[in-house]
């Protein structure tokens, strides 16, 4: 696809799109919020939650609740919360939304389906849609060539603008884009063990005080999530839908640490073709994908960056790395049982949440499929 960006820059920094929040006043809700203020191509125009919040300003909605570092954004502060229940009141003030809701996964399919047939765009971090299989689950430096599925599954609702795409689980960001840089030398087993920040739960070091010098061996659905959802990122599209690709065998457990943003990854790996450390760093340093190509607005430069020091990478150094959208690597060594082991960190609520979903907004625009 020849893309223009510049031009595309120049229209829609003089007349942006218009985008809802649904689920607005949770935490990821919140981010989105925040990463969206002073946006060059997305205004938003309306934000939505539960029956609860509805008629309230976002301030009032949110009240005590907002756990953002930043103040809740003044150009948001005022708008009416509508109900995310009144489809096609909301969905007719927008362009397209991003979704937060917090309900249960048959209630996140039906919801997110039903704004899709209103012809709008539905950009999603929820986990519900991410096995169905004509919607897409992007990483935009991954596997960009998956929303081309979307075709398909306008043909299934019916439209002719209003789709699904999803992101995927924020505990894969550290390790994946490494796989991906690695594609060449084949990576056909892994062992994972993540360690993962409570804000993927929603929570602060408040709300959960027991967290403080804790560590849970045990977070409902992340294992699976974790060693299935690379699958079908590193899939292909077939005649359905995207079919999942079989290797690497991917093996992983999840543990909750104290730590407010970042998860990192213990990653151990075995290549069918040999590589040396050298080349396998220069891979790393070399990885881009379309994001980077269209220099969109919230791609990091560089997307990942591999630390010499070993001590590196560290959440408190580190996360914000590329303002939370790049993925930082060290560590690499050789292993006495695998060929290489190495530590990932990403930023769970940015590169891993609302920061990815708004960067697949941002490719689905340039690619013409938000407008």
């Known amino acids: 696809m020849n893309i223009n960006i510049s031009e595309l820059d120049a229209k829609l920094k003089s007349n942006k799109l218009k985008v809802g929040v649904l689920g607005a006043t949770g935490m990821v809700g919140q981010r989105f919020l925040s990463l969206l203020a002073g946006h060059p191509w997305y205004e938003v125009s309306v934000v939505a939650a539960s029956s ?8 009032e909605a949110v009240g005590n609740r907002w756990k953002m570092p930043v103040p809740v954004p003044h150009s948001i502060k005022n708008l009416k919360v509508m109900n995310v229940n009144k489809i096609e009141e909301v969905a007719g003030m927008a362009d397209f939304v991003f979704s937060a809701v917090d309900m249960t996964k048959d209630e996140i399919r039906d919801i997110e389906e039903a704004y899709a047939r209103t012809e709008t765009p539905v950009v999603s971090n929820n986990s519900a849609h ?21 075709k398909l599954q306008k043909k299934r609702l019916g439209t002719n603008k209003g789709f699904i795409a999803v992101k995927p689980n924020c505990s894969v960001q550290s390790y ?28 602060t070091f408040e709300e959960w005080p027991e967290m ?3 560590i849970i061996p045990y977070i409902g ?52 073709k040999k590589a040396d450390k050298k080349l396998l760093i220069k891979k790393l340093a070399e990885y881009k ?39 930082t690597v060290g560590r690499l060594r ?3 049982v695998y060929d290489w082991k190495f530590i990932g960190l990403s930023h769970n609520t940015l590169r891993g949440a609302a920061g990815g979903a708004l960067l697949c907004a941002e490719l689905l625009t340039a690619q013409g499929y938000i407008y």
Not at 139 to 146: M, S
Not at 180 to 201: N, R
Not at 301 to 309: A, C, Q, W
């Open 289 to 327: 994908g379309a994001a980077q190509e269209l220099k969109l607005p919230s791609a990091p430069n560089e997307f990942i960056k591999y630390m010499e020091d070993n001590d590196r990478p560290q959440v408190k150094l580190d996360v914000d790395f590329e303002k939370g959208m790049g993925v």
């Open 176 to 203: 994946v884009p490494v796989l991906a840089a690695w594609k060449e030398f084949e990576p056909y087993e892994v062992v994972v063990t993540t360690y993962q920040a409570i804000s993927g739960a929603g929570k």
């Open 212 to 214: 403080i010098e804790n």
């Open 130 to 150: 991410r096995w169905t299989k004509d919607v897409p689950m992007v990483i935009p430096e991954v596997n960009p060539e998956h929303f081309e599925v979307i």
């Open 52 to 59: 609860r919040s509805e008629g309230k300003t976002y301030e």
């Open 221 to 272: 659905g992340e294992e699976e999530k974790s060693e299935k959802e690379p699958l079908r990122i590193f899939g292909k599209i077939e005649k359905e839908g995207i079919v999942p690709a079989k290797l690497p065998v991917i093996s992983c457990q999840c543990v909750r640490v104290p730590v407010l943003n970042g998860h990192t990854a213990a990653v151990f790996v075995k290549l069918r």
């Open 334 to 336: 050789e292993d006495a």
